[in-house]
């Protein structure tokens, strides 16, 4: 069985658990973030251990279930939990489930993560928009043989080489902008840097990355950004500073900390996607 194959194997599994649902927008809900999971409304639960080869996560604080239902009126796939690189996985299993989504006609994904905030002016609990990325993994999900049936959407995705200098979509991030302000609220928008992880980064790391352009960090995301613009899935990323970076605080980093923060902030950040699902589903949809 080829890669291609265990993904509509996972993907068949799904569609006979979802039934009439046909969600066109995914949710990764990252470390300590799970809670926007709970204002989906006529869920189907699926744990992932029973689907067959999906990943299954093993750091607390990602409960590694699949929650579909509706969500702010929209119908949504909800990942709560992802697996990391650093638990050991390859690249091709960390974004297997992003290659599911793309197999059940998903259109567009919004990624969440908890970051470590490199800009000065960020304060914790503060989300901001990822605008674009910076790869400091050391590795690409896409890396071996390209196969182009993953172009689930027919347009000129599945490409061995393709542009990556949209891979936040600049109309979602418009879309998220507003709606924020609607609510009287401002949203910032960062350069995520991805690190493969385990160890958080030294105070040298983190001023180089600030050189670079980064002023975000984190151990998730560009992964399933990479393989989501593969497919043709417009991406929205959202971090939630959960810890200043190495160097920027007199106490050290610890999982316990970032796991905390992102406890505070995971209500917000669950009330922005609550407003947000019927507004980039409705854009989606008008094109499917
Ligand atoms: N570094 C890397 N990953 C992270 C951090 C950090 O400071 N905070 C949350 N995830």
Redesign the pocket.
């Known amino acids: 069985m080829s890669y291609f194959d265990d993904v509509s194997e996972a993907a068949h599994f799904l569609r006979s658990k979802l039934g009439r649902l046909q969600p066109h927008l995914g949710i990764v809900l990252g ?1 300590g973030l799970g809670a926007a999971a709970e204002a989906v409304r006529d869920q189907v639960v699926v744990p992932y251990a029973s689907i067959p080869h999906f990943p299954k996560s093993t750091v607390e604080g990602h409960s590694g279930r699949l929650v579909a239902g509706m969500l702010g009126g929209a119908p949504v796939i909800v990942m709560q939990g992802r697996v990391h690189f650093y638990e050991g996985y390859s690249l091709k299993d960390v974004t297997f489930p992003m290659r599911v989504m793309g197999a059940l006609g998903v259109r567009a994904v919004i990624l969440t ?4 905030g490199i800009a000065e002016r960020y304060k914790i609990g503060q989300l901001v928009l990822i605008a674009d990325h910076i790869n400091m993994m050391g590795c690409n999900p896409l890396v071996g043989p390209n196969d182009p049936r993953f172009a689930f959407d027919r347009t000129n995705s599945g490409l061995r080489f393709f542009d990556m200098s949209d891979a936040y979509s600049k109309r979602l991030r418009q879309v998220a902008i507003q709606v924020t302000e609607m609510e009287g609220q401002a949203l910032e928008e960062g350069i995520y840097l991805a ?1 493969s ?1 385990p160890s ?2 030294t105070p040298a790391e983190i001023r180089a990355y600030r050189t670079m352009g980064a002023t975000l ?3 998730s995301t560009v992964p399933e950004t990479i393989v989501a613009r593969h497919m043709g899935i417009e991406v929205l990323g959202i971090s939630c500073v ?2 200043l ?2 160097g920027l605080s007199a106490t050290p ?1 610890s999982h316990a900390e ?1 796991f905390e923060a992102g406890k505070q902030v995971e209500r917000k950040l669950a009330e922005l996607l609550d407003h947000l699902a019927m507004w980039i589903a409705a854009l989606v949809d008008s094109e499917s």
């Open positions: 470390s993560n908890a970051a470590g690190v992880g958080f980064e960090v984190g151990m959960t810890n970076a190495a980093l970032v």
